[in-house]
Protein backbone atom coordinates (compact mmCIF):
# COMPACT_ATOMS: atom_id res chain seq x y z
CA UNK A 1 0.00 0.00 0.00
CA UNK A 2 3.03 2.50 1.16
CA UNK A 3 4.64 1.48 -2.15
CA UNK A 4 1.74 1.93 -4.21
CA UNK A 5 1.61 5.67 -3.29
CA UNK A 6 5.00 6.03 -3.56
CA UNK A 7 5.23 4.92 -7.45
CA UNK A 8 1.72 6.92 -7.90
CA UNK A 9 3.28 10.19 -6.42
CA UNK A 10 6.48 9.52 -8.23
CA UNK A 11 4.66 9.11 -11.52
CA UNK A 12 2.58 12.59 -10.75
CA UNK A 13 6.01 14.44 -10.08
CA UNK A 14 7.66 13.30 -12.98
CA UNK A 15 4.77 13.91 -15.56
CA UNK A 16 4.26 17.23 -13.39
CA UNK A 17 7.90 17.73 -14.24
CA UNK A 18 8.23 16.79 -18.03
CA UNK A 19 4.95 19.13 -19.17
CA UNK A 20 6.62 21.86 -16.91
CA UNK A 21 9.45 21.49 -19.43
CA UNK A 22 7.16 21.24 -22.50
CA UNK A 23 5.38 24.03 -21.20
CA UNK A 24 9.14 25.84 -21.12
CA UNK A 25 10.29 24.73 -24.09
CA UNK A 26 6.94 26.51 -25.70
CA UNK A 27 7.44 29.71 -24.43
CA UNK A 28 11.14 29.98 -25.44
CA UNK A 29 9.61 29.20 -29.25
CA UNK A 30 7.76 31.71 -28.59
CA UNK A 31 9.73 34.48 -27.31
CA UNK A 32 11.59 34.09 -30.10
CA UNK A 33 8.95 34.88 -32.63
CA UNK A 34 10.08 37.50 -34.86
CA UNK A 35 8.47 40.59 -34.38
CA UNK A 36 5.32 41.81 -36.77
CA UNK A 37 4.84 44.94 -38.14
CA UNK A 38 1.11 45.50 -36.51
CA UNK A 39 0.03 48.46 -38.61
CA UNK A 40 -2.98 48.25 -40.75
CA UNK A 41 -3.03 49.69 -44.01
CA UNK A 42 -6.10 51.68 -45.02
CA UNK A 43 -7.97 50.94 -48.30
CA UNK A 44 -11.56 52.66 -49.58
CA UNK A 45 -13.91 50.01 -51.22
CA UNK A 46 -13.94 51.56 -54.65
CA UNK A 47 -16.42 48.97 -55.95
CA UNK A 48 -18.31 45.81 -55.09
CA UNK A 49 -17.82 43.11 -57.75
CA UNK A 50 -19.99 40.16 -56.57
CA UNK A 51 -20.12 37.34 -54.03
CA UNK A 52 -17.80 34.20 -53.40
CA UNK A 53 -17.40 31.56 -51.33
CA UNK A 54 -19.74 28.14 -51.55
CA UNK A 55 -22.60 29.85 -50.21
CA UNK A 56 -21.82 33.66 -51.08
CA UNK A 57 -20.98 34.74 -47.80
CA UNK A 58 -17.77 36.47 -48.86
CA UNK A 59 -17.80 39.38 -50.95
CA UNK A 60 -15.67 40.29 -53.81
CA UNK A 61 -14.23 43.95 -53.44
CA UNK A 62 -11.99 46.41 -55.49
CA UNK A 63 -10.10 49.09 -52.79
CA UNK A 64 -8.05 51.68 -53.10
CA UNK A 65 -4.98 51.90 -50.80
CA UNK A 66 -4.52 55.08 -48.88
CA UNK A 67 -1.17 54.64 -47.54
CA UNK A 68 0.33 54.32 -50.72
CA UNK A 69 1.82 57.14 -52.89
CA UNK A 70 -0.17 56.89 -56.47
CA UNK A 71 -3.74 55.24 -57.54
CA UNK A 72 -2.90 51.82 -56.28
CA UNK A 73 -6.00 49.22 -56.45
CA UNK A 74 -6.41 45.83 -55.07
CA UNK A 75 -8.49 43.23 -55.10
CA UNK A 76 -9.54 41.79 -51.46
CA UNK A 77 -12.47 39.38 -50.27
CA UNK A 78 -13.67 40.36 -47.29
CA UNK A 79 -16.61 38.72 -45.19
CA UNK A 80 -19.30 40.72 -43.87
CA UNK A 81 -21.60 43.20 -44.61
CA UNK A 82 -19.73 45.66 -47.18
CA UNK A 83 -20.26 48.95 -49.72
CA UNK A 84 -18.73 51.60 -51.79
CA UNK A 85 -17.41 54.44 -49.70
CA UNK A 86 -16.41 51.90 -46.49
CA UNK A 87 -12.93 52.16 -45.35
CA UNK A 88 -10.71 48.55 -44.45
CA UNK A 89 -8.06 47.97 -42.43
CA UNK A 90 -6.00 46.06 -44.22
CA UNK A 91 -3.44 43.53 -42.18
CA UNK A 92 -1.76 42.80 -45.46
CA UNK A 93 -1.42 44.36 -48.88
CA UNK A 94 0.59 42.15 -50.82
CA UNK A 95 -1.28 39.52 -51.67
CA UNK A 96 -4.41 40.06 -53.58
CA UNK A 97 -7.73 37.43 -54.15
CA UNK A 98 -8.01 35.48 -57.25
CA UNK A 99 -11.10 36.95 -59.70
CA UNK A 100 -14.30 35.68 -59.81
CA UNK A 101 -15.47 33.34 -62.20
Known amino acids: SKATVSVLY??????????STQAKAAAKVEDEAPVINDAASLAIVV???????????????????LDTVGDRTI???VKGPIREGDILALMETEREARRLR
Open 75 to 77: IRN
Open 10 to 19: WLLISRHRKM
Open 47 to 65: KVIGRTGSRGGVTQVRTKL
